[in-house]
């Protein structure tokens, strides 16, 4: 039988429960959903949203997509109000990193690069961990292929923290094909993890 999905990837609270909503009660019973979500307490929220509806969602997480996975039940088109499972905390609570040029700060570039490299490495010892990093402009370099930074990010990312790079300076640049690792991604994107951000961290 064909699974459905809902790709709620980079969609705030409750945009998310309320699409997982509108899906199900589209489904037979019996019949399967997927829904990818890029936060967290979104995910939280939209799993816990399943269980008090007698659906047993199964959760896993791949470089910071969050998947749940449900089969759907007796009839559900008597749920409750899908947004009153927002939580008020939809915030990050870890910082938005942004990188926005090839190095860290004003004067030598070459100390700026070392600089910059340095810093990505002590990301994930910092403590709260980044929630998301951006990166736009020159900044999309860090994520190129054989850039001394590509470990650290990927090691980021496997640890949950969301990586976005600029599609239109990837484009800009003519970086396409060299991008190592993140998402490839645009605008929006990028302004919805900054606009949910309890912090901005500017490099």
Aim: glycine share 8%; net charge negative; with cysteine.
């Amino acid at each position: 039988m064909k699974d459905h999905t809902v790709d709620a990837r980079g969609l705030p609270c409750p945009q998310p429960l309320i699409l997982t909503k509108q899906a199900l009660t589209s489904l037979r019973e019996g019949q399967r959903l997927r829904i990818l979500i890029d936060n967290k307490i979104s995910c939280d929220n939209v799993s816990r949203f399943l269980r008090d509806h007698g659906m047993s969602p199964v959760q896993s997480c791949e470089e910071g997509v969050y998947t749940l996975e449900v089969e759907k039940g007796d009839d559900v088109s008597e749920m409750g109000d899908a947004a009153a499972y927002c939580t008020p905390t939809e915030v990050t609570t870890g910082p938005v990193v942004v990188i926005n040029h090839h190095g860290m700060g004003s004067g030598s570039e070459d100390l700026g690069k070392i600089l910059l490299q340095a810093c990505v490495n002590t990301l994930k010892d910092i403590s709260p961990r980044p929630a998301a990093i951006v990166c736009y402009n020159a900044g999309v370099f860090v994520a190129e292929e054989d850039s001394p930074t590509i470990p650290a990010l990927q090691e980021l990312v496997k640890q949950g923290v969301t990586l976005l790079v600029c599609g239109t300076c990837v484009d800009y640049f003519e970086l396409k094909n060299r991008i190592a690792v993140g998402t490839i991604s645009n605008m929006y994107d990028i302004l919805q993890q900054l606009s949910t951000a309890g912090r901005i961290i500017t490099l």
